[in-house]
């Protein structure tokens, strides 16, 4: 595929009301006991919402029932590492074999943000904006300041799921949506922690195939929803 849904999951949901936002602590984030994240730089002005792929998206994107988290169990997490975040104070599980990597993305005179995202095993991909339309399967989690981009429940171009998933301690809408020939599918949802907004994608990507396999999907729709539901803070 050309393009990719990823590429549209925070873009055209900017309400960005034009005043500097101080967000050095984004900025400070990173992989704990890792070096710093890299940056990526957005043009000044620019009224995309962060995203973990800058690629943009011009087609229709459509409901995927087929491919409903709702009937997925979660998977056990015996064995899981721990991805801490010491300066947001967070932590998600990572399955195993998963390799986490972050980067921030930087607008001049405007909102950042940082990323992490979870790479399967096998899967040389650096992190960055770009890494989603090289990874055929990605897990990721994006910090963003609050109250100046809108709630996925504001966007029409999601679809709801129909039960409510675990994230943390909480119950939240999980969304979704699919590219009409079977070849992409992105779930996301979000929760607001320690004055930033955390958004938690999954993104499945056929790459060398006509469309996704089901077996692949839902074997990662049950790590997605272990990851969410084992999020929190830091344990003392």
């Known amino acids: ?33 890792c070096g710093s994240a890299p940056q990526v730089s957005v043009a000044a002005g620019s009224t995309a919402r962060p995203s973990p792929t800058a690629t943009p998206v011009g087609d229709t994107w459509t409901c995927a029932p087929a491919a409903s988290a709702a009937a997925v169990s979660v998977a056990p997490r015996a064995g899981w590492a721990w991805y801490r975040d010491p300066h947001l104070g967070f932590q998600v599980p990572s399955p195993p074999g998963w390799r986490p990597g ?94 930033q907004t955390l958004l938690f994608e999954m993104k499945e990507l056929a790459i060398g195939q006509p469309r996704l396999d089901p077996a692949t999907v839902r074997n990662d729709t049950a790590l997605y929803l272990a990851l969410l539901q084992g999020f929190g803070p830091i344990a003392g």
């Open 102 to 195: 972050t980067y921030t993305n930087a607008t001049p005179g405007g909102p950042s943000s940082f990323t992490v995202q979870f790479f399967p095993p096998q899967t040389p991909v650096a992190p960055g904006p770009g890494a989603s339309a090289k990874a055929p399967r990605l897990l990721a989690i994006t910090v963003m300041p609050t109250g100046i981009y809108p709630m996925l429940s504001q966007d029409s171009a999601w679809c709801t799921e129909p039960s409510p998933v675990a994230l943390g301690s909480s119950q939240v809408t999980l969304y979704d949506r699919g590219a009409p020939d079977a070849g992409e599918l992105l779930r996301e949802a979000e929760i607001g922690f320690q004055g």
């Open 1 to 33: 595929m050309g393009h990719t849904l990823l590429g549209q999951t925070l873009l055209g949901r900017l309400s960005f009301l034009g005043g500097v936002l101080s967000v050095g602590a984004l900025l400070a984030l990173g992989l704990a006991g």
